[in-house]
């Protein structure tokens, strides 16, 4: 349920599940991962089909299984780009939540569509949040404002999500798969030292692994308390 092409020298990988506005299974997201780990080329940019970027992980499919397993497998996304040494690039071209949301903290740039939009529900729904977005949520808006954005339960437009950080630059949507293209033809033209300064300015895997192992913590501790079942249950018992 993900499209892999290359064009213009850049891996696109698109999210095709439009119909369940690109939920992310389990088996998605190992696909997922492996796809940026096989991309070729001068980058990689992630979109998704429809209307969606990506409504998050799929929490019907989830039920019964262990969250700490589900939570692990949202780490190795982040893992899967931060070992490359391209720059990697979000096209929001709408909604796009929790997981989802939180994985392209890690990503070297996100540009959006007017109907861009970031939601992080984990706090209202007992869920924990991954993908070391306790580290690199703060890097990109602040601590103080990524707690509150937690807390909070935040659902920003694409204007607010480009006012806090999360979004680098909006454009039209006909313009968006061209505008990401061409950020990461401007970053690895010839000569440019790109891979040297995606090693000394993101994140280190080191920081991020000791994020990642807290984060596995707390959503071993949240599973074990119970909030996070019955909080996936009152979500299925909405969507059905």
Known sequence: MIDVTLRDEVTVVTLQRPAKLNALTSAMRRELASAVRGAAGRGIVVTGAGRAFCAGEDLVEARGRSLVEEVETFHDLTRSVLETRIPVVAAING????????????????IGTPSAEYFLPENGIGLSISN???????????????????????????????????????????????????????????????????????PSLEEVERAFAAETEAAKAVEESGIAKAGMERFANRRR
Do not use: K, N, Y
């Open 95 to 110: 909604l796009a939540v929790g997981g989802a949301a939180e994985w392209t903290f890690c990503f070297d740039a996100r």
């Open 132 to 202: 070391a977005s306790s580290l690199l949520l703060p890097r990109l808006v602040g601590g103080g404002r990524a707690l509150r954005m937690v807390l909070d339960s935040a659902r920003l437009s694409a204007t607010q999500a480009l006012e806090a950080g999360l979004l680098d630059e909006i454009v039209p949507p006909d313009a968006l798969l061209d505008a990401a293209l061409a950020r990461i033809h401007r970053w690895t033209a010839p000569g440019a030292a790109t891979a040297v300064h995606l090693s000394l300015l993101r």
